[in-house]
């Protein structure tokens, strides 16, 4: 458990971190999503005390990292790949990290296995790519069996075969009872693993909600109807749960609540002509651009503009 | 890297029955033991430094000629003491800047983060790698020089400036040097946790070992005369001179001195360190 009080970072005239406010619950994968820059780092820096907070708080699993008495058992995290001197083995670099706390070198023998590092693990970490980099981290994290684990973009740099591990990993940990809070700019890998969801921008919260309530918000399961009598197919949909919009022309409707075949078998019977019929899928991607647009800290030059999702 | 493991599924994420690890100022001091020796620059600097004070020891005292033509190194060495420690000057910038490495080479390559996410509470990685760094330059450099004091005065031998390890002052001047250049190792780790920057905290080291006395020498003579003695490099050369100027420290004080400077550089250190951002 993850409790983030009014957190706020500067460096001096720049606010990191602007007032977060969000708990992150155990035995579900929570996704931490946000624009490059939008405070990301920071908040997962200052999670494990790298950073001191300008004001607010945060604590795992009820007090603050730097005063339990074996933090990587509290708490694993992947901060950035190559948090390692590049001279020096991963063997060496773990079992370094696992003297501190006492861990018994079967334990780091074992995380490097699971880690998948076995034939590289005597190999001078310098000569690493950046996924096994990346397994690096994640070992280490791993390393003190920690209630907590915290990662950071865990998929760059990551064969498809790696993102697979990565995603069954979390999954795995999550269903273990552990509090699993992973950071990414992609939402559609965060569609995949994460339950829960907190988005930032600019270091502020712009959402703590979950994936499924995201999807719905952003249009989620929504149908565009275009038909020569859209004001009659109004009254005949008309239901409990369903929710009608016009859409963009007049002969427009966008339908939530009822799928396609559905709407397209009561039209018949009732002799209501359609010209087009197709189920909309919201791209994950757009909505969250759609939702920090605004809050991009660094624009390309072709910026995307949000294409502004079905809604 | 082909080993794909399933999801762990160890010890459910309740605290029974899990192994109660804690972390420890001897465990830290084991872990930072071990992560001197698992770089290859710590093996190759310190034998390469330490081999260089020998050698030149050597060279000095095959050069001792006084008063001949042909001008060598050590043709006008003082004493024993003196050539044995010919190579010193060299010696230290290798033990200082290794040291400077210690600490700085954490920053640069990234691992102060893994190393403080381990330890949060900071000082204890400071204090540890004084220990672990400053004892074994301690124990090398210590060796060394009565090595280098042994090679080259066999070479002396039968010139007026012989020296027996019995002779007075002798084994005091070489424990000096070795002490010495183990306090110019922790110096190097201070200013590497001050700096935190390999180039900013050698330059630092140099500027203070080299540096520094040039610049006084630019003084008025009176200052110049009242400040160079507590200067770290004249204190520090207090501490291994077999028979001091008139106007430097005795060693006793020279250590004192010497050491004092070191303290306020770590205290510097252990600021920043327990202070700002990692």
């Known amino acids: 458990m993850i409790e983030i ?23 579900v994968v929570t996704g931490f999503l946000g624009p490059n820059g939008a405070g990301k780092s920071t908040t997962m820096r200052m999670i494990v005390g790298l950073d001191e907070p300008s004001a607010g708080s945060v604590t795992v699993n009820g007090r603050r990292y730097a005063t339990h008495r074996a933090p990587l ?19 060496h670099h773990l079992n370094a990290l696992a003297l501190t706390h006492g861990i018994p070198r079967r334990r780091v023998d074992e995380v490097i296995e699971q880690a998948g590092l076995s034939q590289v693990a005597r190999k001078r970490a310098g000569a690493f790519s950046l ?157 969250f651009m759609g939702m920090t647009g605004d809050a991009v800290e660094y624009h390309g030059s072709l910026a995307a503009t949000p294409l502004g999702s079905a809604a | ?17 899990r192994p109660a690890y804690k972390v420890t100022g001897p465990r830290v001091l084991r872990a930072e033991w071990a992560k001197l020796w698992s770089l290859r620059s710590t093996w190759i600097t310190l034998s390469l430094s330490l081999a260089l004070l020998i050698a030149l020891g050597m060279i000095f005292a095959s050069t001792y000629a006084p008063g001949a033509d042909a001008r060598g190194p050590g043709a006008e060495a003082a004493d024993a003491v003196a050539v044995a420690l010919g190579g010193l000057n060299f010696a230290q910038l290798a033990i200082g800047v290794l040291g400077v490495l210690v600490m700085a080479g954490e920053y640069s390559t990234g691992t102060i983060r893994s190393t403080l996410a381990a330890v949060p509470t900071r000082l204890p990685v400071l204090w540890s790698k004084v220990i672990s760094y400053g004892g074994t330059a301690f124990l090398t450099a210590g060796v060394t020089v009565f090595v280098s004091f042994f090679a080259s005065g066999r070479m002396l031998d039968g010139t007026d400036i012989a020296l027996g390890i019995s002779s007075p002052g002798v084994v ?31 330059g630092l080291l140099v500027t203070t070992l080299m540096l520094l006395p040039l610049l006084t020498s630019l003084l008025p003579t009176t200052l110049r005369d009242n400040i160079t003695p507590y200067l770290p490099s004249s204190a520090g050369g207090s501490m291994f001179a077999l028979h001091p100027a008139s106007d430097a420290l005795s060693p006793g004080a020279g250590l004192a001195v010497f050491a004092g400077w070191v303290v306020l550089a770590l205290a510097g250190a252990a600021w920043r360190l327990a202070r700002s951002d990692a």
């Open chain 2, 172 to 202: 005091r001047a070489l424990l000096g040097a070795g002490a010495y250049l183990a306090l110019v190792g922790v110096l190097g780790v201070a200013l590497g946790a001050l700096i935190r920057s390999v180039a900013g905290g050698i």
């Open chain 1, 73 to 91: 058992q509290e708490v694993g995290a992947l901060l950035e790949a190559k948090s390692i001197h590049p001279g020096r083995s991963a063997f």
């Open chain 1, 131 to 287: 996924g096994m980099g990346q397994r690096l981290g994640i070992a280490a994290a791993l390393l003190g069996d920690p209630q907590t684990v915290i990662l950071d973009e865990p998929v760059n740099g990551l064969d498809p075969e790696g993102v697979l591990w990565i995603r069954n990993l979390l999954t795995g940990l999550a269903a273990d009872g552990r509090t699993v809070f992973v950071s990414s700019h992609l939402m559609s890998e965060m569609a995949l693993t994460a339950t829960n969801l907190v988005v930032v921008g600019r270091g502020k919260l712009l959402a703590d909600t979950t994936v499924e309530r995201f999807i719905q918000d952003a249009g989620g399961h929504s149908v565009k109807v275009v038909t020569a009598d859209p004001a009659r197919l109004r009254d005949l949909l008309r239901g409990p749960d369903v929710e009608i919009t016009a859409g963009e022309s007049a002969e427009e409707l966008q339908v939530v609540g009822l799928d396609a075949r559905q709407i397209g078998a009561t039209a018949f019977d009732h002799g209501v002509p359609l010209y087009e019929l197709t189920p909309q899928t919201v791209s994950l991607e757009e909505a």
């Open chain 2, 1 to 17: 890297m082909t080993t794909l493991t399933p999801a762990p599924a160890p010890a459910a994420a309740d605290t029974r029955g």
């Open chain 1, 5 to 27: 009080n009014r957190l706020v970072k500067r460096y001096g005239e720049k606010t990191a971190v602007d007032g977060l406010d969000f708990t992150v619950r155990p035995g």
